[in-house]
T-cell receptor, first 114, second 115 residues
Framework: ELKVEQNPLFLSMQEGKNYTIYCNYS?????LYWYRQDPGKSLESLFV?????AVKQEGRLMASLDTKARLSTLHITAAVHDLSATYFC??????????????FGKGTHLIIQP | KAGVTQTPRYLIKTRGQQVTLSCSPI?????VSWYQQTPGQGLQFLFE???????NKGNFPGRFSGRQFSNSRSEMNVSTLELGDSALYLC??????????????FGQGTRLTVV
């Protein structure tokens, strides 16, 4: 059974600081996704990582994937309040294309204080 | 372009009843997946449909079923509702072809409350 573990599950940080969220998964996969969820809202796709060593950046967020270590990281640089949300990583369970069936981590609830 | 549309947005049902939720994917997307989100269990995969066929299924009882129509719209049905079925049900669409490796786009969800 595929397991996806995120840590930390809760993170309170100050604006301007840097931090990293970690996502470990238990079985071989080369497709990992990061999503953001605001309270009461749906999931917004942030990054799709499709190969070992993949690195993607969007604004203050950067995600990377190490398939050998079964580890992905989401790095936040110089955090701002607008980044406060819950962040999920997800791994595709099946060998097919698209996102046939995603196993999600429990999410990291991020609060950024002024 | 229009995103993933789920209806209704909110539902209140009584234990023992059944419910049908609807999802219209992004135009051109052929894969629709359903997820249940609860505070205790988090996000859990229910099933995935591609070209009107269930391609993958998560670990949920048979009370949870779905189907997909020729226009890729999908419905999810839950029969004999239990209090524990109260959740946010999310649908996601993607291109879905083998090897596409594309992302899934989520709808706004249907908030189901069972009383």
């Amino acid at each position: 059974e595929l397991k996806v573990e995120q840590n930390p599950l809760f993170l309170s940080m100050q604006e301007g600081k840097n931090y990293t969220i970690y996502c470990n998964y238990s079985t071989t996969s080369d497709r990992l996704y990061w999503y953001r969820q605001d309270p009461g809202k749906s999931l917004e796709s942030l990054f799709v990582l499709l190969s070992n060593g993949a690195v993607k950046q969007e604004g203050r967020l950067m995600a990377s994937l190490d398939t050998k270590a079964r580890l992905s990281t989401l790095h936040i640089t110089a955090a701002v309040h607008d980044l406060s949300a819950t962040y999920f990583c997800a791994v595709d369970m099946y060998s097919g294309g698209g996102a046939d069936g995603l196993t999600f981590g429990k999410g990291t609830h991020l609060i950024i204080q002024p | 372009k229009a995103g993933v549309t789920q209806t209704p947005r909110y539902l209140i049902k009584t234990r023992g009843q059944q419910v049908t939720l609807s999802c219209s994917p992004i135009s051109g997307h052929r894969s629709v997946s359903w997820y249940q989100q609860t505070p205790g269990q988090g996000l859990q995969f229910l099933f995935e449909y591609f070209s009107e066929t269930q391609r993958n299924k998560g670990n949920f009882p048979g009370r949870f079923s779905g189907r997909q129509f020729s226009n890729s719209r999908s419905e999810m049905n839950v029969s004999t509702l239990e209090l524990g079925d109260s959740a946010l049900y999310l649908c996601a669409s993607s291109l879905g072809g083998r090897g596409d490796h594309t992302e899934a786009f989520f709808g706004q969800g249907t908030r189901l409350t069972v009383v």
